[in-house]
Nanobody, 120 residues
């Protein structure tokens, strides 16, 4: 079970930190990803972190602005988003999966999402 929080309405250039709280005893076995979906668009990959945090991957448009991290003791995954742009506006969801991949269709466990709106 995954629950996201931290979304909101901000101006361009601002920062937000999204959190994803997980429950279950196998959290540290899962690769965790952040994905987003804007109105009328397909869901897209944002960032992924491996089970123990040693590997990360980012969408090209967020490299250098976003940072994914995790705390396995707290069963939390975070997405620090800096220098936000209106193009980042979307519902952001976290997901867990057994494969380290940017392909959202592979992930089996999803949260309900949190809205991020960036005004210009």
């Amino acid at each position: 079970h995954l629950v996201e929080s931290g979304g909101g309405l901000v101006q361009a250039g601002a920062s937000l930190r999204l959190s994803c709280a997980a429950s279950g005893r196998t959290f540290s076995s899962y690769n965790m990803g952040w994905f987003r979906q804007a109105p009328g668009k397909e869901r897209e990959f944002v960032a992924v972190i491996s089970a123990y945090g040693g590997l990360t991957s980012y969408r090209d448009s967020v490299k250098g602005r976003f940072n994914i991290s995790r705390d396995n003791d707290k069963q939390m995954v975070y997405l620090q988003m800096n220098d936000l742009d209106p193009e980042d506006t979307a519902v952001y969801s976290c997901a867990g999966g057994v494969v380290f991949t940017t392909e959202w269709r592979v992930y089996s466990n999803w949260g309900q999402g949190t809205q991020v709106t960036v005004s210009s």
